[in-house]
């Protein structure tokens, strides 16, 4: 972490902030909706206790659907230019590694008085979205209100009964019409996905490598898989970011955008698809990636995730930017929109608590409490972060994967090139989940190739796992 330029502890100034908040912010005095008898609930990791999002449904005539999402009012109890904000201004996010978390906020605001915690009243910010039956977004709206999560519900278990392959979870099945009510937001999610494919949005599944503890050590490193769940959150997110980006430039004000450019590796891409068999224009066109993609996970959906990474790698990694009242957005290629922003997790991520600070002053009709110079300075910044952090959490990762793998040298293991650069090749293994360094017969490769690896050294503290190509 301090190598990287990141905060590994709070300082003695934040803590004593921390102890003196004693109680979550409250709507005295305030002039904010009070939805808190909608059925509102909770989406999130078994384990995760820092909510930053609530969701809930409402039938319309002509089958459309509106969509309500909460995002905790953090803002409302981290003032900014505390002692608290700088030093979340200073890491810009929460760092999740294999080892440990290090939260952005102090945990007993971002796991407690900032979270939407079930059955506690909190402060949010609300997007009001009227979805119509083929998945577009036809009204919206952003303003203020007191909310009450009645059910914090988990991933894994929800998209097992939207499936139809487990049961209901407790909470789904103990309190009144909440059954309905997932079963209605997961149209409008599915509606929603549908026509964002539709529109070249990309299907991509990254092989993201979790822990297996086994009292202390390491017994695996597993995929996270995609499921209906996390799908439904992330499509109901995508809209809100778009909403509120475009509630912003409608009311004049300056945003901090989330951008993905045109990919500057499109040639490569392109020799990629012609691989197996696709031509794709010459030209970067993300509908006609979309679609390969698509065949992809249809033809060969077992590899669909090593071809998902080489993509990923080859598109460039996602920045922030400035965006002023009047100027030409430019989009997010891998999401096929061209209004985008960071603003659904503000416990987590630090341009979120700038965007719900520039949402607070559009709403009333205030000067943006950030100038375009201080919002420059920031996008730059939180994008830096936001790199340092991934090497971070990638560096422990590794070091993770050196361990388990130490008692396999010289195992050979069927790998893809996931990395070539002037610094070097890398490729990864898919069992266990890891990446390492090919020190060794690196010719002819780049990303996307497949190739046989042998396993030669590891190195635990340093994080190091190294292949040598294996002689056929």
Known sequence: MVEHGLLPDFSPAVLAETTAIVEPANAQGLHVRDLRNLLWASIDNDTSRDLDQLSVAEAMPSDAVKVYVAIADVDATVQ??????????????????????????????????TSLA??????????EMVVGPHGDVM???????????????????VAAWLNGSGPAPGRVASVSGLDRQLRMQDRAAQ???????????????????????????????????????????????????????????????????RVLRVPERWDRIVALAATFG??????ASCEALAKFLLRRRSEDPARFPDVSLSVVKLLGRGEYVLELPGQKPEGHFGLAVTDYTHSTAPNRRF????????????????????DGDALKA???????????AAKVERQVLKSAAAQLLAPRIGQQFDATVSGASVKGTWVRIAHPSAEGKLIRGVQGLDVGDPVRVELVH??????????????P
């Open 378 to 388: 920031l996008a730059a910044h939180c994008t830096a972060q936001e790199t340092n």
């Open 80 to 113: 900014r230019g505390s002692a608290i904000d700088r030093h979340a201004q200073t890491n810009t996010t929460s760092v999740y590694t294999a080892a440990k978390v290090f939260p952005m906020l102090p945990e007993k605001l971002s796991t407690d008085l």
């Open 278 to 283: 696709d031509a794709l224009p010459p030209q």
């Open 351 to 370: 341009p979120d608590l700038i965007t719900q600070r520039l949402l607070k002053a559009a709403m009333a009709s205030q000067r943006a409490p950030y």
């Open 191 to 257: 509606a929603m996905r549908a026509i964002r494919f539709q529109h070249g949005a990309l299907s991509l599944q990254t092989p993201e490598a979790q822990p297996v503890f086994d009292g202390e050590g390491i017994r695996d490193l597993v995929h996270d898989e995609p499921n209906r769940a996390k799908e439904l959150i992330e499509d109901f997110m995508i809209a809100a970011n778009g909403v509120t980006a475009r509630y912003l430039a409608q009311r004049g004000s300056p945003s901090l955008r």
């Open 118 to 127: 079930e059955e506690r009243d909190r402060l949010a910010i609300v997007v």
């Open 139 to 157: 009204e919206s709206d952003v303003y203020r209100a007191t909310v009450r999560n009645h059910a914090k519900l988990a991933y894994n278990s």
């Open 458 to 471: 590891t190195d635990v503290d340093r994080g190091f796992v190294d292949f040598a190509r294996a002689v």
